[in-house]
């Protein structure tokens, strides 16, 4: 099986702009979660998506957004970017049954915001 | 009080030897557990789960759960350069009415040839 994977692997974008995150989990995973990883404050939850509706919510302010569509690809926005926004995102798939099911971790999209 | 904690380190530890990473948590009703590795540059991947008090072994490693005392642990028999990597513990707990996956900062470990 393909395991999960994200576009663009890298993005360099300006204090301000939107950026828009793609996430395809592996074959069958109904559950996709999103989270941010910085040197200061590690991995951190953003969202949970399950059958095209947050399940599960992180601590970040409502610029962060996602959504997830019937093949349960999944986008995340986040809108007015900030320099503390560069981060690495990654988003985790499983089968989606029960939260506690073992997630499993594309490569990372990189976000540089200058 | 952090959710999940564990020590930074770096833990370094000689080629061949136990490395020994700990974790504690502060949600008493969480009832998963897991360990993933993360190589510098490189998403985590998951190494261990465990749901069950006591100990659980799959080849080098073993993870230890203590629920009483909210602690859990790894262990990695006859550690290789190839081990060297940032550990993180997670935990399924409940914040704000859902429940999410909390990873502690991570344990740095480098294994010396």
């Known amino acids: 099986k393909a395991g999960v994977t994200q576009t663009p692997r890298y993005l360099i974008k300006t204090r301000g702009q939107q950026v828009t995150l793609s996430c395809s989990p592996i074959?069958?995973?109904?559950?996709v979660s999103w989270y941010q990883q910085t040197p200061g404050q590690g991995l951190q939850f953003l969202f949970e998506y399950f059958s095209e509706t947050q399940r599960n919510k992180g601590n970040f302010p409502g610029r962060f957004s996602g959504r997830q569509f019937s093949n349960s690809r999944s986008e995340m926005n986040v809108s007015t970017l900030e320099l503390g926004d560069s981060a690495l995102y990654l988003c985790a798939s499983s089968s989606g049954g029960r939260v506690q099911e073992t997630q499993y971790f594309g490569p990372g999209t990189r976000l540089l915001v200058l | 009080q952090k959710e999940v904690e564990q020590n930074s380190g770096p833990l370094s530890v000689p080629e061949g030897a136990i490395a020994s990473l700990n974790c504690t948590y502060s949600d008493r009703g969480s009832q998963s557990f897991f360990w993933y590795r993360q190589y510098s540059g490189k998403s985590p991947e998951l190494i261990m789960s465990i749901y069950s008090n006591g100990d659980k072994e799959d080849g080098r490693f073993t993870a230890q759960l203590n629920k009483a005392s909210q602690y859990v642990s790894l262990l990695i028999r006859d550690s290789q350069p190839s081990d060297s990597a940032t550990y993180l513990c997670?935990?399924?707990?409940w914040g704000q009415g859902a429940q999410k996956l909390v990873f502690g900062q991570g344990t740095r470990l480098t294994i010396n040839p």
């Open positions: 074959s069958g995973h109904r559950s």
């Open positions: 997670a935990v399924i707990g």
